[in-house]
C-alpha cells in the first residue's frame, strides 16, 4: 500500500469518525430541542390549567352570591314588603283603636319566615354545623332532618381520617346540591348514603328509589342548563378534582369520589 | 508504530476495560440490573479477550480463538441489551432475523468455515453491521417516541453512543483494509493500534456514564 492510499484511508478514518460523533451531537441536539419544547409546552399547560382553577372558582362564588342574592330578593324581600303593608295597616287600625291581639299573628308569621330565611342564606354563607360538628356528621345530620323521606346510612372511616376544611366545604356543598336536586326532581320515598372515606379518598352514594338521571342525563342537563345550581356542582366538582357518576340500573345511585 | 508502543497501547486498553468493568458492575445510579449485569458482560468479556489473546499469542503464536469467541459472545450480550432496552426493537422482526441469522452464522464460521484459527471477518463484519443499525434505530426511536429522554439520567444513552462510535469506526477500518490488514505487518498493527485508541474512547464512554449518571443522582 503506497503513501497515497495510506493518506486516503486517515482521511476516510477522520470524517467516518467525524460522521460518527455528528450523529450523536445531532441526536443530543435534536433531543435537547425536543424537551426544551415539551417543558415550555408543560408549563404552558400548567398554567392554563391555574388559570380555568381561578376562573371556576371565581364563577363559583360569583354563582352564589347571585344566588344568595336571589334568595333574598325572592325570599325575604317579599316577606318584609308584606311585613310593612301590614305594619301600616296595624298603626291605622291602631289609631282607630281596632287592633286586636290576633292581628299581629300574621305579622309574627311574617317574622318568622324572615328569620328562616335568613338562616337559609346564613346557612348557604356559612355553614357552621359542618365547621363544629365535621363533614360527616354535617352530611348525617342533614340527610336524617329531611322531612318525608326515610334515610339510612352507612358510614365507614376505618382510619379515622379527617377532611381539612376547604374540602370538607366544598364536599357539603356539592353534597346539598345533589341532594337537593335529588328531592326537587326525582320525587324520591327513601334515601340510603353510603359514606366511606379512606386514607387517600372519599366516597359518597346515594342510592334512591326515585326516577334518577343517567350520565348521559346529566350532561345533557348541564349544557341546556342556565342555572346557578349545576354550574356550581360542576365547579366545585372539578375543584376538588372530584368525579360524578350517575346510573338509573339496577336502582337510582348519585356517586360522588373524591381525592383527600 | 514500533512494536513497544503498541503493547503500551494494548496493555491501557486491557487495564481500562476491567476498570470499566468494575464501574460499570458496582455503579447503582440509573442503570437498571438487567443493563448493568449485560453491560459488564460485554466489558468483562472485551477484558478477558484481550488478556486471553496475549496469553494465546505468546503460548501458540494465534490469538484468533479468544478474538473470534469474543465477537460471538459480544453480538449475543449486544442483542440481548437492546431486547431489554428498547420495546419497538424488541417486537420488531428485524431483532429476531438478527437472533436467527447470526447464531447460526458466526457458529457455522467458527467451527465449519474458517474455524477458530482463522479470523472470522464475515462474523465481524455482521456483528458491526446489526450493531451500527440498532444503534441508529434505537437513537430514531428515541427521537420519535412521545417524550423525550432526559439524557443526564438515561445510562443507556452513552452505551447506545459507546457501540456506535466503536462498531461505526472498526468497520470502516476493516471494510476497506481487509487483505492489507490481514498480510501487511506493519500496517496491520497501525490498524490494531488505531483500534485500540477507538477501544479507549468506547470504555471511557461507558466510564462518563455512569459518573455522569451518578452526579445528577446525588445532587437530586
Not at chain 1, 377532611?163 to 357539603?172: Q, S
Request: aromatic share 12%; hydrophobic share 45%.
Amino acid at each position: 500500500m503506497d503513501a497515497e492510499h495510506i493518506f486516503a484511508y486517515i482521511v476516510g478514518g477522520t470524517l467516518a469518525f467525524s460522521l460518527l460523533l455528528f450523529v450523536i451531537v445531532m441526536f443530543v441536539a435534536i433531543n435537547n430541542k425536543k424537551r426544551k419544547e415539551e417543558r415550555t409546552q408543560y408549563e404552558l399547560d400548567l398554567r392554563n390549567k391555574e388559570l380555568r382553577l381561578l376562573k371556576i372558582h371565581i364563577e363559583t362564588q360569583e354563582s352564589e352570591r347571585e344566588r344568595i342574592a336571589r334568595n333574598l330578593h325572592d325570599e325575604v324581600n317579599p316577606l318584609i314588603s308584606s311585613l310593612k303593608l301590614h305594619m301600616s295597616k296595624h298603626e291605622k287600625m291602631l289609631e282607630r283603636n281596632e287592633l286586636k291581639k290576633d292581628d299581629l299573628v300574621k305579622e309574627r308569621k311574617y317574622v318568622d319566615d324572615i328569620l328562616q330565611q335568613m338562616r337559609i342564606v346564613e346557612k348557604n354563607l356559612s355553614p357552621r354545623y359542618l365547621l363544629r360538628n365535621g363533614l360527616n356528621n354535617a352530611l348525617i345530620s342533614f340527610l336524617l332532618n329531611l322531612p318525608d323521606i326515610k334515610t339510612t346510612i352507612n358510614e365507614v372511616n376505618p382510619e379515622q381520617t379527617s377532611i381539612p376544611h376547604e374540602l370538607g366545604i366544598n364536599f357539603y356543598r356539592i353534597f346539598l346540591e345533589l341532594t337537593t336536586n335529588l328531592l326537587r326532581h326525582d320525587n324520591p320515598k327513601t334515601i340510603h348514603l353510603d359514606m366511606i372515606t379512606s386514607k387517600n379518598d372519599l366516597l359518597i352514594k346515594l342510592t334512591h328509589d326515585g326516577t334518577g338521571i343517567t350520565n348521559d342525563d346529566f350532561a345533557n342537563m348541564s349544557e341546556a342548563s342556565t342555572g346557578l345550581g349545576l354550574t356550581s356542582l360542576k365547579s366545585r366538582t372539578t375543584i376538588v378534582n372530584g368525579s360524578l357518576d350517575f346510573q338509573i340500573e339496577p336502582t337510582a345511585t348519585i356517586t360522588f369520589k373524591a381525592p383527600l | 508504530m514500533s512494536f513497544d508502543t503498541y503493547i503500551i497501547i494494548h496493555y491501557s486498553t486491557v487495564i481500562l476495560c476491567g476498570l470499566a468493568f468494575i464501574i460499570v458492575l458496582f455503579s447503582n445510579y440509573h442503570i437498571d440490573p438487567i443493563s448493568r449485569w449485560l453491560v459488564s458482560g460485554i466489558l468483562l468479556s472485551s477484558f478477558l479477550s484481550d488478556v486471553i489473546s496475549n496469553i494465546l499469542a505468546k503460548l501458540i503464536r494465534n490469538s484468533y480463538p479468544a478474538i473470534n469467541l469474543y465477537h460471538f459472545f459480544l453480538g449475543v450480550l449486544i442483542v440481548a441489551l437492546y431486547y431489554f432496552n428498547d420495546e419497538k426493537i424488541r417486537k420488531s422482526y428485524l431483532l429476531k432475523l438478527i437472533i436467527l441469522t447470526f447464531i447460526p452464522f458466526s457458529i457455522y464460521q467458527l467451527f465449519v468455515s474458517h474455524g477458530l484459527y482463522e479470523f472470522n471477518l464475515e462474523t465481524y463484519y455482521f456483528l458491526t453491521v446489526f450493531v451500527i443499525i440498532l444503534s441508529l434505530w434505537h437513537f430514531k426511536n428515541l427521537l420519535t417516541n412521545e417524550r423525550a429522554v432526559d439524557l443526564k439520567k438515561y445510562y443507556f444513552f452513552w452505551v447506545n453512543s459507546a457501540l456506535l462510535i466503536y462498531f461505526g469506526f472498526t468497520f470502516y477500518l476493516y471494510l476497506f483494509n481487509k487483505s492489507v490488514i490481514l498480510f501487511e505487518e506493519e500496517l496491520h498493527l497501525l490498524v490494531s493500534s488505531i483500534q485500540l485508541y477507538t477501544n479507549i474512547i468506547y470504555c471511557l464512554i461507558f466510564i462518563t456514564g455512569v459518573i455522569w449518571t451518578r452526579n445528577i443522582s446525588s445532587h437530586t
